[in-house]
């Protein structure tokens, strides 16, 4: 079955530099791939997606890229902000199982003022 | 506007105390429904799955159970609880046959003593 690795586990930042969060993943069949932001005690929410037929896709300070050669997508923050620190989840879509996600373990991102 | 609502917010049980944890989903018919739970400072675990009443799909053995005795509503239960099931566990769902994007309820914090 699918297989995702989240890399990595706490990332530590200055205010305004760049963040990048990857994750790889196992099926090569899988075709979605979302990031989702958990506040602290908060409920996750989705931040942005790609789907297997685009290779990189924005919204604003936040862009993914996705490589499904090499079978490996990342997050990327640019200006970050204080409001940025928080943990990101990667997932895949896994093929078949009613299209179950399979979860990366999460990055804390902190930011540094 | 679809809504998902989850109760209790906050619990506190003893050890072989019963659990019944809420969630039922407004504004869409037929959604798939999921219940996570997440230890502290940890990722996502997918417990359960449903993609119709009556269907319920576990992920984990475990002592927890959970049901869908109507299209929108999804209850996660216990009838003896171990100290290992403290954790905040949500409730979630998805558009049916959908590849998109996973809607999270407010979460349920419970700490069993």
């Known amino acids: 079955g699918e297989n995702v690795e989240q890399h990595p586990s706490t990332l530590s930042v200055q205010e305004g530099d760049s963040a990048v969060i990857k994750c790889t993943y196992s099926d090569s069949a899988s075709n979605y791939f979302p990031w989702y932001k958990q506040e602290l005690g908060k409920r996750p929410q989705l931040i942005i997606d790609i789907r297997s037929n685009v290779g990189e896709k924005k919204d604003q300070r936040i862009a993914v890229t996705l490589n499904k050669t090499a079978k490996h997508f990342s997050l990327h923050i640019t200006e970050t902000q204080p409001e940025d620190s928080a943990v990101y989840f990667c997932a895949a879509r896994a093929q078949g199982s009613n299209y179950q996600l399979i979860w990366g373990a999460g990055t804390k991102l902190i930011i540094k003022p | 506007s679809q809504t998902i609502h989850q109760w209790p917010a906050t619990l506190v049980q003893p050890v072989g105390s019963p659990l019944s944890l809420e969630c039922t989903v407004e504004?869409?018919?037929?959604?798939?429904l999921y219940w996570y739970r997440q230890a502290a400072g940890r990722g996502l675990q997918l417990l359960f799955y449903s993609v119709g009443i009556g269907q319920i799909s576990s992920e984990v053995p475990q002592n927890l159970s959970a049901s869908r005795p109507q299209d929108r509503q999804f209850i996660l239960s216990s009838k003896k609880l171990l100290l290992s099931d403290s954790g905040f566990y949500l409730c979630?769902?998805?558009?049916?046959?959908?590849?998109?994007?996973?809607?999270f309820g407010e979460g349920s914090r419970l700490t069993v003593l």
């Open positions: 979630a769902w998805s558009v049916t046959g959908s590849t998109g994007e996973l809607f």
């Open positions: 504004g869409t018919s037929n959604p798939n």
